[in-house]
């Protein structure tokens, strides 16, 4: 995937945060960010499973299934787990800064 893509994926996923983020710094909202982190684990794996059975499905024969459907379907399952990716590096890049801070 290309740089400009993982910055267009990762600008989406700023705008949607900004969307979501309250004001108040309460234990409430620690707990949405892991709930959104599961939450987009959850969608990440829906949509391989999903292009997974269509994948199945077309080379099974099934005449409703054509392959730009699947070609759609598996390109977004690859974007979204490459998403994902980029998002666990970050947060463990994160991590490790935070873990290498002098005391």
Known sequence: MSQMNVEQVLNQMRIL????????????????????????????NELQKESQEMKTAFEMGD??????EVMIAVQKASLSFEAITEVRNKLLSA???????PV
């Open 17 to 44: 945060s900004q969307n979501n983020v309250l004001p108040d710094t309460s234990s409430a909202n620690r707990t949405d960010f892991s709930k959104l982190l599961s939450d987009s684990i959850g969608q990440v």
């Open 63 to 68: 005449p409703t299934v054509d392959i730009p």
């Open 95 to 101: 991590y490790q800064e935070v873990m290498n801070m």
